[in-house]
């Protein structure tokens, strides 16, 4: 409703792309069996020193320099005394009195990024008040069949930073284009593979809901933003970008309701999204920062930050996201449409890249992953593509030399993705290669002719659509191996004569 304003800032929980836990050397790889990857140190076992993973530190540091933030010159670890029942050690070991990273920024789209008239695309900065690290939780598993709760303390330890947003977002929309924007960057960079629907990047929104500046004259002097904040609520532990869109639509509406009825009385609380049931419901009152009993920890000295550190970091960071595209438009002269397509996603970026390596043709590789491996992926209901991109330079090849046309490698792409089959191999086993004799694609096309008079009357009596019924037959005698421009080439000359 235009009366209201909706006020949001953002919690985002990302994994780092570490081989080992933040403070020991269990393995912190997802998939492994419950409780597979844990040693004394993560169990929590007494006097079993914590031993800080560098390269947790560094990919900190990448984090600070992609999002325009202040890297501290010294960080410190501190205890988080909120009761963890899925952390051995009963506590969390964070950031907060000198996080590693302050005041950052990122630009985000606004309306999709369409351009104004002037050609500018429109843009919101969003302001970060910190990037902590700290150590995951593991997970709850709960059965309901023996009504007990189960602990898998795998993720316990794994490391990861906490981006925490200033209360600058508004619209669903703007936050979905700043998650967005956040996994193309950590991803590109190596950070965190950022895959929702395994954990490693989730989400808890803050929200609240206050009267629009001048709605209903109750506040015509001031400017937008100058009202009081409304009620405040969190959305716990999103990890899907329509759930969070829908959860924050929902719970907006849900503010919007109590305020102009009272039916409801909103409190401060932490609530769960149902994605079956399109609604939040309350988990606990949310906790203010006394709740947490945070207190330096002792076991874990200061860490210095220097410059060259920084700089190190710096210079070891893969290209960006915004640096592919302009090496696809412009040195590879993509359009920029496709340019646009593979450079805003990590997994496509990579497979164009090592296709690229085994078979130089930029604008054939682009329009394969574009159009048939999208296809494909949405077709399987994947996150990711995962591809043999020899196998898959090979087919485009294929189609590309004219050794098999493009119907018969659109179903050959389907089974390398699935089978993981050799399409040269395959090609030549199944005698699938073009039929290039002249003379049998005339003779099959004269054929089709003969046997489809009443269809052929119709061509010259003016209808043009019966032309695809005739090639399509053709096709068909020929066993789908011959280049259909050459039979359409052909069945138009002999239409014609």
Known sequence: MKNYETVMGLEVHVELATESKLFCACSAKFGAEPNENVCPACAGMPGM???LNKRAVELGIAAGLLTNSEIANVMTFDKKNYFYPDLPTGYQITQLYSPICRNGSIKIPLCGGVARSDGVVSEKIITLKQIHIEEDAGKLVHDARTETTLVDFNRAGVPLIEIVSNPDFRTAEEVVAYLGKLRSLLSFAGISDCKMQEGSMRCDVNISVRRAAGANGAHGAQDEGEAPLGVRTEIKNMNSLKAIAAAIR???QRHIDALETGCETLIQETRRWDD?????????????LADYRYFPNPEIMPVCISQDWIEAVRNSMPKSSHEIYNLLTKEY????????????NKNLADIFEQ????????????????????SL????NKEEISIDCGKFAKLIELVDNKTINRNVGKKLLVKVFEEGIDPVSYVEENKLGLVSDAGVIEDTVRAVLAENGKTVEEYK???QKVLGFLIGQAMRKLGGKADPAIVNSLMTKFLEE
């Open 333 to 344: 002269n993509l359009p920029e449409y496709d340019g646009k397509i593979i450079s805003n």
């Open 461 to 463: 009596a003016g209808s």
């Open 377 to 380: 992926q949405k077709e399987d």
């Open 49 to 51: 020193p914590a031993v």
């Open 276 to 288: 079956d049931k399109g609604e939040t419901f309350s988990m606990r009152g949310k906790e203010n």
């Open 250 to 252: 929902y719970e907006s």
């Open 355 to 374: 296709t690229l390596k085994q078979y130089p043709s930029p604008r054939e590789i682009a329009g394969w992953i574009i159009v048939e491996l999208l």
